[in-house]
């Protein structure tokens, strides 16, 4: 039996799937296969790394480490330059880079200990690209490029932006590469916010998350007829916003105890698209 964790989008919220795979860990459930979009590439590939206890325990420091200024630095120049059309992004993409390098040990995605596919979109036909081979660096670049926030990466000679755009959360992948069973990590979505989101940036991402949320639901509701899909369910209710790295420690705490919760159940049968609908608080 091939088993499959297929990690979703979701800016900072991607502290959420790494308390779902502490859960996982700690009950001895690990993959023969990964596939990830966006920050769910890059837990992925941490994954792929190192795929069981330790490794998620490790994966947690370095979320728990994080800010936002890591991953979004603010730069008045480069958003004057965006908005005057001189750049086709509002946040470098250095910080990121950084953290990618510090932490990733294989450089050619082919090296993964454990089979990984990253989800790109290339930005000017929209097509979904999976990368399984080549640079590891730029594959999962590419895929968290949040159009118009990132700038966009060149890959084999193709423009690519956020796999989101195309497919936020890889079933597919899993499912045709054989997967017997696939577990999904979503990041879920901020649905208790207290008023809108302020800033340009904020505003994006929870849009983006809202489409993914949607997006998603339609995914499981299709390949759930065919394989064993196994949701582990979104932290609800929720108020960080995917752009606020302040919380990673309690996201991570929150969703290993409700996915330990949930797994103890062994509550994967029937409808996984249940946990999904987007709603009022």
Known sequence: MRTAFVFSGGGSLGAVQVGMLLALAERGVTPDLLAGTSVGALNAAWTAARPGLDGARDLAEIWSGLRRRDVFPASPLRLAAAVSGRRDHLVSAAGLRAVIEAHLPFRLLEDAPVPLTVIATELLTGIEVALERGPALEAILASAAIPGVFPPVVVGGH?????????????????????????????????????????????????VTLLMQQRLTVDVAHCQATVDVRLLPPLCPLAVAPTDFGHTRELVERARATSGEWLAKGDHTGDQTRFLGLHRH
Do not use: E, I, K, Q
């Open 159 to 207: 423009t690519l932006v956020d796999g989101g755009v195309a497919n936020h959360t890889p079933l597919s992948h899993a499912v045709a590469a054989g997967a017997d069973v696939v577990y999904v990590l979503p990041t879920g979505y901020a649905c208790a916010l207290a008023r809108p989101p302020r800033s340009a940036l904020g505003v994006a991402l929870h849009a």
